[in-house]
């Protein structure tokens, strides 16, 4: 077998290869290992490589294959580690400046149990600082690429994990989703990735984590769907150390997968109301969402109109950040990027009317969801309105209309962050520059395992992991 070949397998069979001791962890880490020298000077995917550790792990997770013992579901397979989550003893910098040097003495309960998983851990991914922006520049280290173009950002918060997925420098990993973080990069990067329920996994490990969270959680990102559920098959369960976690057990995730759509009543949205959408993202992901009826599923338009989601979105979102970070913007403020300085300064001027105003907002957007999804099982619409830009140029004109900046390019991923719903993003096809698009597929809240059926059955529709990018 390739090497290559072997860097691009599933998590699901690299770890059934590994079980069969046609593997081994060890030359597999390595594997990994060397791709990263090589091609991390490239992305900047990585901010932190644990070279070490990993083959420490990888040698103990050989041995316990060869002693017959239990293995855990992603037994000897290689992962990496979003920077916003606490390793313990291994240097966590929140993608910031002022924690450069951080080293923690904990893990997060997502690292927990990916440790408990069994998988061997081969870094920490880049992020923007506190995972604030939808693209992946810090004052850490030096912006992270796209691998289809690095020229152009691959997205974020979770920008390094994509990049490292879809390049073959991990086998899969873990990304966080605030306001779209797994969903941007995995339509900029072509990969696949969904954010779960809120509270469906627990948030407990990290600077700020005391502040509110009504819209952050972590979840998988992967090559393949089976990947992404295996994944949060390991991290969802209810943790005491998150109050707002979800404490009922969670479904089985995979047992959803072969269960194909037909039946299922689908709604499709190119614009939920307000957004403007590049040509060629709406022709290919409108495209996208007929494919559900070829399978068997029922596809309608209805007519769903939200009022205009980022103003509250904001408001929230800059509160939480000044609530969690905002001891840091009084003492080293020279110190914080300048998109972290700009949420901070906004939500220290947001009154507590204002944020009570923003609270009766959710509970609405919430209700108008929870009514529309009486109706169906699943919203698709795009995931980003246009393909991976470059690096720095945010987008100030979309489809021809003005475009803010800060949140034009991403209209569909946030609102779902507010009403809790899980939604992914799964790689629907290529622009003629030949970057990824994605098709966004919104389920019912707790209802993880209808997404991923029906990404399973679009994945088998139509197959994308034979395409590799140029820098991989």
């Known amino acids: 077998m390739a090497k ?91 993608g910031s400046l002022i924690y450069k040097d951080f080293v923690p003495e904990i893990d997060s309960v997502v690292v927990e149990r990916v440790r408990k998983s069994g998988a061997i851990i081969l870094g920490k991914t880049n992020t923007p600082e506190f995972g604030l922006s939808a693209t992946t520049e810090n004052r850490v280290a030096d912006p992270c690429r796209n691998p289809w173009d690095p020229q152009r950002t691959p997205g974020g918060s979770s920008g390094g994990a994509g990049a490292a997925l879809i390049a073959g420098l991990c086998a899969i990993a873990t990304g966080s989703d605030g306001g779209g973080s797994i969903r941007i990069p995995c339509s900029f990067t072509g990969t696949y990735g969904i954010k779960p329920t809120q509270g469906r996994v627990p948030r407990y490990g990290g600077v700020g ?160 969801m929870d009514t529309f999804m009486k109706r169906y099982d699943l919203l698709l619409t795009p995931s980003m309105a246009v393909v991976a830009f470059p690096i720095g140029r945010r987008p100030t004109k979309i489809a021809g209309r003005d475009s803010d900046p800060w949140w034009g390019f991403m209209p569909f991923t946030f609102p779902f962050n507010m009403t809790g719903q899980p939604a992914a993003s799964i790689p629907c096809g290529f622009s003629k520059e030949g970057l990824p698009m994605g098709l966004h597929i919104i389920g019912r809240r707790g209802d993880e395992a209808t997404v991923l059926r029906a990404s399973a059955a679009f994945e088998q529709a139509r197959p994308w992991h034979s395409r590799r990018p140029p820098v991989s």
Request: proline content about 6%.
């Open 4 to 94: 290559d070949d072997l860097a691009f397998k599933p998590a699901w069979e690299l770890r059934d290869l590994i079980a069969s001791r046609k593997v081994s962890p060890v030359e597999l880490t390595e594997m990994y290992l060397r791709r990263i020298e090589a091609l991390n000077p490239k992305l900047n995917a990585y901010l932190t490589v644990t070279a070490d550790e990993a083959l420490a792990s990888a040698k103990k997770a050989e041995q316990a294959v060869m002693r017959g013992q239990r293995l855990g579901p992603l037994h000897g397979v290689p992962i990496s580690i979003k920077d916003l989550e606490m390793t313990r003893g291994t240097r966590t910098t929140f």
């Open 209 to 368: 984590k005391t502040a509110p969270n009504q819209t952050s959680q972590s979840g998988p990102m992967s090559r393949t769907v089976k990947d992404s559920a295996i994944l949060l098959q390991v991290l969802s369960g209810h943790d005491p150390r998150d109050p707002i976690s979800l404490q009922q057990r969670p479904p089985n995730f995979l047992a959803a997968l072969d269960k194909g759509v037909r039946g299922l009543r689908i709604a499709w949205s190119g614009n939920l109301g307000y957004a403007a959408v590049e040509p060629e993202v709406m022709e290919a992901t409108s495209k996208a969402a007929r494919v559900f009826e070829e399978l068997g599923a029922t596809v309608e338009e209805p007519n769903l109109a939200l009022s205009e989601p980022y103003p509250p979105f904001f408001d929230l979102f800059s509160t939480n950040t000044y609530a969690a970070y905002g001891h840091l913007y009084e003492e080293q403020r020279d110190k914080l990027a300048d998109y972290s300085v700009t949420f901070m300064e906004h939500g220290k001027k947001v009154t507590g009317a204002q944020y009570a105003r923003v609270i009766r907002y959710i509970d609405g957007l919430k209700l108008q």
